[in-house]
């Protein structure tokens, strides 16, 4: 129940296109949905969260989509550029676990110049 | 305040030594996170603390590995007997409740650790 299923597990995609990550949970109980990026060698770094009550957030480039029914959430990065090859990390938390985060297993995303 | 650090951030080590991490959190942070993450995967909640308390323990913590934040700002991960299954990055995160923002941790870069 504390698990976060991310796919897919590497993408390829052309620099201008759009990236599109996916993730799924079961515990009811989270309440605040993260994403995060990391380069080798690098801990990870918050790019954009959403909370349950909305259905999208936007940032720039980057967008979560929240399906709060289906639990699922998915990370769309449009205009992807070479500078984004990184793995992003879905991940979930909630507030009456301290906010101990339940983290996927990562996407390696790869663009092409 | 540049952010969290930790120290070493490489380590090698032979099997049954100890070793021990320092994590120095974001100034004024109240809570502070560890986690271990394995080449390919994602980050493992180990333990965190709120002030010098420690909340909560993962059933990963085995009775080798502990923790502490003795006053309530850097804190320290040491392992002991160190076997060849405990080589990961070992990462750090804070978050500050008091200023509201309870759900945002910031990490550091980790101590990535090569046991022999």
């Known amino acids: 129940q504390q698990q976060v299923k991310q796919s897919p597990q590497s993408l390829i995609v052309q620099k201008g296109g759009i990236s599109i990550i996916n993730c799924a949970y079961e515990?009811?109980?989270?309440?605040?949905f993260p994403w995060y990026q990391q380069f080798p060698g690098k801990g990870p770094a918050l790019l954009i969260a959403?909370?349950?009550?909305?259905s999208e957030k936007k940032e720039g480039r980057f967008t979560i989509s929240f399906n709060k029914s289906a639990k699922q959430f998915s990370l769309h990065i449009m205009d992807s550029q070479p500078g984004d090859s990184a793995t992003y990390f879905c991940a979930a938390s909630a507030h009456t676990g301290g906010f101990k985060t339940i983290f996927g297993a990562g996407t390696r995303l790869f663009v092409k110049a | 305040d540049t952010g969290v650090s930790q120290n070493p951030r490489h380590k090698i080590t032979k099997r049954g030594q100890n070793v021990t991490f320092r994590c120095d959190p974001i100034?004024?942070?109240?809570?502070l996170y560890w986690y271990r993450q394995t080449l390919g995967q994602g980050p493992e909640f180990l333990t965190y603390f709120q002030n010098e308390a420690q909340l909560e323990k993962s059933r990963l913590l085995s009775d080798r590995f502990s923790a502490e934040r003795p006053k309530g700002s850097f804190s320290t991960l040491e392992i002991q007997r160190t076997e060849q299954g405990d080589s990961a990055m070992y990462l750090c995160?804070?978050?500050?409740?008091?200023?509201?923002?309870?759900?945002?941790?910031?990490f550091g870069p980790g101590t990535r650790l090569l046991v022999l």
């Open positions: 995160a804070s978050s500050a409740s008091r200023t509201g923002n309870q759900e945002t941790q910031y």
């Open positions: 515990n009811t109980a989270f309440d605040y």
């Open positions: 959403i909370r349950p009550d909305v």
């Open positions: 100034s004024e942070h109240n809570r």
